[in-house]
């Protein structure tokens, strides 16, 4: 099976193209370093020409409103172009619980790029993961201020990049879901728990302090973005990740 794996080259997509390979599958890896721009659509006809699957892992490079523009165009660029080569399965990465929070702009252009892609002609599946452990530094710094960290007590459910990455190589490699797998790690925490966690593992001299008015995820309504009932529950706990 041969599948174009847009944004191939960053976290997760370079994992599934390393995992789709020593699978058997020829995985090509895609992004704006190999001459694809899919904002501009340059390269992207070339890039899924021939593919049996497109997975389309890109991200926006900012998590304000211009997000919304990101995804409507890279989507519509991304479907487009499929349409034209006769791909019979496209799968993109999202969000657990995306859904369920519209008050932060990057979420409400997670949505517009799922439906897009529910309401195009091609055959498709959804991953939605929880939020990835390598994220937890970057969402230390977010509301960091000297040597305090302000995080709201909201529900987490940390799951590593490697085990998103094993999901969306099966995932693409089967037959396209038509829906949504819903995935996760094993544990939750709340937010300023795990920043604590993390920053006694590092031995970071930092104190997190409780705000639940503080950072992106304040923006977050009770456990919205933990696994639903139906979620394929991941291995590698926090804890062990961190050691």
Same mark, same amino acid.
């Given at each position: 099976?041969?599948?174009?794996?847009?944004?191939? #080259?960053? @976290?997760?997509?370079?994992?599934? +193209?390393?995992?789709?390979?020593?699978?058997?599958?020829?995985?090509?890896?895609?992004?704006?370093?190999?001459?694809?721009?899919?904002?501009?659509? =340059?390269?992207?006809?070339?890039?899924?020409?021939?593919?049996? !699957?497109?997975?389309?892992?890109?991200?926006?490079?900012?998590?304000?409103?211009? &997000?919304?523009? /990101?995804?409507?165009?890279?989507?519509?660029?991304?479907?487009?172009?499929?349409?034209?080569?006769?791909?019979?399965? +496209?799968?993109?990465? &999202?969000?657990?619980?995306?859904?369920? !929070?519209?008050? *932060?702009?990057?979420?409400?252009?997670?949505? *517009? =790029?799922?439906?897009?892609?529910?309401?195009?002609?091609?055959?498709?599946?959804?991953?939605?993961?929880? =939020?990835?452990?390598? /994220?937890?530094?970057?969402?230390?710094?977010?509301?960091?201020?000297?040597?305090? +960290?302000? @995080?709201?007590? #909201?529900?987490? =459910?940390?799951? %590593?990049?490697?085990? !998103?990455?094993?999901?969306?190589?099966?995932?693409?490699?089967?037959?396209?879901?038509?829906?949504?797998?819903?995935? %996760?790690?094993?544990?939750?925490?709340?937010?300023?728990?795990?920043?604590?966690?993390?920053?006694?593992?590092?031995?970071?001299?930092?104190?997190?302090?409780?705000?639940?008015?503080?950072?992106? /995820?304040?923006?977050?309504?009770?456990? +919205?973005?933990?696994?639903?009932?139906?979620?394929?529950?991941?291995?590698?706990?926090?804890?062990?990740?961190?050691?």
């Amino acid at each position: 099976m041969k599948l174009a794996v847009i944004g191939g #080259t960053g @976290l997760i997509g370079s994992q599934v +193209v390393k995992k789709l390979n020593a699978a058997g599958h020829e995985a090509v890896p895609h992004s704006l370093s190999t001459g694809v721009d899919i904002i501009e659509g =340059q390269g992207l006809e070339e890039a899924v020409a021939g593919a049996d !699957v497109v997975i389309n892992l890109t991200n926006s490079p900012t998590f304000d409103a211009a &997000s919304l523009d /990101f995804f409507r165009t890279s989507m519509e660029n991304i479907l487009t172009a499929s349409a034209k080569a006769h791909v019979g399965h +496209v799968v993109i990465l &999202s969000i657990v619980g995306v859904d369920q !929070v519209p008050d *932060l702009d990057y979420y409400r252009a997670k949505v *517009l =790029q799922e439906d897009m892609l529910k309401a195009g002609t091609i055959p498709y599946s959804i991953v939605r993961a929880t =939020q990835f452990m390598e /994220f937890m530094d970057a969402t230390l710094a977010m509301t960091t201020e000297g040597d305090t +960290v302000r @995080l709201p007590r #909201t529900p987490i =459910q940390p799951i %590593a990049a490697d085990d !998103v990455s094993s999901a969306v190589a099966e995932v693409a490699a089967g037959s396209p879901l038509n829906g949504v797998l819903n995935i %996760a790690g094993p544990d939750v925490y709340p937010l300023d728990e795990l920043g604590r966690i993390t920053i006694t593992a590092k031995g970071d001299g930092r104190n997190v302090v409780t705000d639940d008015d503080a950072g992106m /995820f304040a923006a977050v309504p009770g456990d +919205v973005i933990v696994a639903p009932k139906d979620a394929r529950i991941a291995a590698t706990r926090y804890t062990d990740w961190l050691s």
